[in-house]
């Protein structure tokens, strides 16, 4: 039987940068995966939906120069597209495999269950382990309803080899949202079928009314207030029908109603460990209720946002505890959330209507799209809403641009280490440049 100082279930970005660490460390160490390695985000997840994505940012860019770039004929080749994913992602598994074999760490191939508090069970093999990583992420739901066979998630959207020619999302969060801003650039007829009649709930609200408006003026239909009852299969397409009686026909349905922690088959229960169908609950230093077993990212029961750099930040945590490198309970900075929308949203710290519910917090709108035309490649429909603490410190900021990701990457270092107006005067950007202005607004507006 092998001995392990620590094994993870799961290999995705909440275990193998901690098993990279421990390894490095001298620990003995194993990874147990029964998908793909490295999980979801390198495989069916962020890394796929970037790629796929960035090239329809072209698109939308060319949009802003009318009458200057003739765009009429730009296109996607999806089916070229889809043959350069394949070649980009497909290998990635395989080498970080490698890599971690080389590194010494033991990769099993299969499904870890957890047997009791320092033995884990893979392929009927037995691991002695000192310690416990949970990091077995989310899985798609999937509506109990008539038809849910022959809806599709997001893993299938991600590996199309052809767009359809109508296609219709039931949710309206930040997968549907994401995906229509895609097809709704391929020609297809796109429809978002929601339950409520709020799209994108945590984004700032004129952002999120701007970008339906602006995905609604391109052609995408959306259905608010609309319970999704059927989905039936007609021929080579199908009829999705709500419970107001609405009916659409269509040749694809994502059914993106959300995701689920993988919590069950893995042996929870058989040491009594905290949980429910949002995640494993865990203490403040990402431990259980069974102290040698922590568990990270998207599986956890938490608030904070479940997105991929949150999980390495909790697997590098783990690691520095484990090593006893940190005695302290852990501590996030303020986090990033973007939407890969076209155009994105983004937003960081404190919100615009947290902020407008306390009197410490000023609110400050820059329209920097607008302020400078051509430094901002033409995009007048920029912008951003600052949150400034009593002190004047950048606290929060949401963001409407096309660049909203690498805009929100900057204010992570000014918010974090507290930057001040003057602090931000004293440092030299490369100019002339889009990030270079936005900062130079920031500045003034936190003055």
């Not at 229509?180 to 999120?208: Q, Y």
């Amino acid at each position: 039987m092998k001995t392990y100082d620590v094994t993870f279930i799961g290999s995705g970005h909440a275990a193998w940068h901690a098993a990279l660490t421990l390894k490095h460390a001298g620990k003995e160490v194993a990874i147990i995966e029964k998908e793909r390695i490295a999980g979801t985000c390198t495989n069916w997840g962020c890394n796929a939906k970037i790629l796929l994505e960035n090239p329809f940012e072209v698109l939308e860019e060319a949009t802003h120069y009318p009458g200057i770039v003739e765009s009429q004929n730009l296109k996607v080749n999806w089916s070229n597209l889809m043959d350069y994913k394949h070649k980009v992602i497909d290998p990635m598994a395989g080498q970080l495999k490698s890599l971690f074999e080389q590194q010494g760490i033991d990769v099993y191939d299969g499904t870890g269950v957890i047997k009791n508090e320092h033995t884990v069970e893979v392929n009927g093999e037995a691991i002695e382990t000192e310690n416990i990583v949970v990091a077995t992420g989310q899985h798609s739901n999937k509506l109990p309803i008539e038809g849910k066979e022959y809806t599709h998630d997001s893993r299938d959207f991600l590996s199309m080899e052809d767009t359809p020619k109508s296609i219709t999302f039931i949710g309206g969060g930040i997968i549907s949202i994401e995906f229509a801003s895609i097809m709704i650039k391929t020609g297809a007829d796109v429809h978002v079928v929601h339950h409520t009649d709020e799209i994108l709930p945590g984004f700032n609200r004129n952002h999120v009314d701007k970008l339906v408006e602006k995905l609604e003026d391109e052609g995408v239909k959306f259905y608010l207030n609309e319970n999704t009852v059927a989905v039936k299969k007609e021929g080579d397409a199908f009829t999705l029908t709500t419970e107001s009686g609405l009916s659409i026909n269509t040749e694809y349905v994502l059914d993106a109603t959300g995701r689920v922690p993988n919590v069950e088959g893995i042996g929870l229960e058989n040491v009594g460990i905290n949980y429910s169908k949002k995640g494993i609950e865990v203490d403040e230093y990402l431990r259980t209720n069974v102290k040698n077993i922590y568990a990270s990212g998207d599986v956890l029961d938490k608030t904070i946002p479940k997105l991929t750099p949150t999980a390495t930040f909790e697997s590098n945590y783990i690691a520095a505890h484990i090593l006893g490198m940190v005695q302290d309970e852990i501590k996030y900075p303020a986090i990033p959330s973007v939407l890969y929308s076209l155009p994105r949203l983004s937003q960081i710290g404190v919100t615009v209507e947290d902020a407008k519910e306390n009197d410490q917090y000023t609110v400050k709108h820059v329209p920097f799209g607008k302020q400078m035309v051509f430094e901002y490649k033409n995009e007048t429909e920029a912008e951003m809403y600052i949150v400034l603490d009593e002190h004047k410190h950048l606290v929060g900021a949401e963001i409407y641009a096309d660049a909203a990701n690498d805009l929100v990457n900057l204010l992570v270092f000014i918010i974090n280490q507290r930057l001040t107006a003057k602090e931000l005067s004293q440092l030299i950007f490369a100019f002339p440049g889009a990030s270079t202005g936005v900062i130079d607004l920031l500045r003034l507006n936190m003055l």
